[in-house]
């Protein structure tokens, strides 16, 4: 039965690292054709290197059953500042490791923090209106476990179901 969970468990990662979701790659073509619309090509430049940067860690991240917190924070600052670009800096965030954890020997699956801070921006800052966006992401041990935390400061997915008209 321990197998059995644990080879889900590996299923379900595969599919999140499979999908590296398609809304956000579409998205990023769309900024880059604006930059190019715009004949901004430093802005072009710099946001198609960081696009090609964080496709190739997520290809590289993704062969792997588990990557440093080091590695995976390099990950999400990689994805936040092309978000960032995207938004026109709608939004700052802070990435906290507390000082008891040794980032480059912790591991945790590859990837599985960006679902959740790619939701902190679309369902929370997304439709902020007033003031920046913020976001925090705060890794701590607690009790022997690894504690991910990822908070933000925008309307939240209820506010946003709303917006969309689903609720």
Request: hydrophobic letters at 35%.
């Amino acid at each position: 039965k321990a197998a059995l969970t644990s080879r889900i468990f590996e299923m379900e990662q595969m599919a999140l690292r499979a999908q590296m979701n398609p809304h956000f790659i579409f998205n990023s073509l769309n900024s880059i054709q604006q930059y190019v619309i715009d004949a901004d090509v430093k802005g072009a430049n710099r946001f198609i290197t960081g696009f090609s940067r964080l496709i190739r860690k997520t290809l590289d991240h993704s062969s792997n059953d588990e990557i440093s917190i080091q590695a995976e924070k390099e990950y999400i600052c990689t994805y936040l500042e092309l978000e960032q670009m995207r938004f026109e800096n709608k939004f700052e965030y802070f990435f906290n490791i507390a000082a008891d954890i040794d980032k480059n020997e912790t591991c945790i699956p590859p990837m599985l923090l960006q679902p959740y801070v790619e939701n902190a921006i679309r369902h929370g800052i997304n439709n902020k209106k007033e003031g920046t966006g913020k976001i925090d992401i705060t890794i701590t041990i607690k009790d022997n476990n690894l504690i991910c935390e990822i908070t933000d400061n925008g309307i939240g997915r209820l506010a946003s179901e709303k917006l969309k008209g689903n609720v």
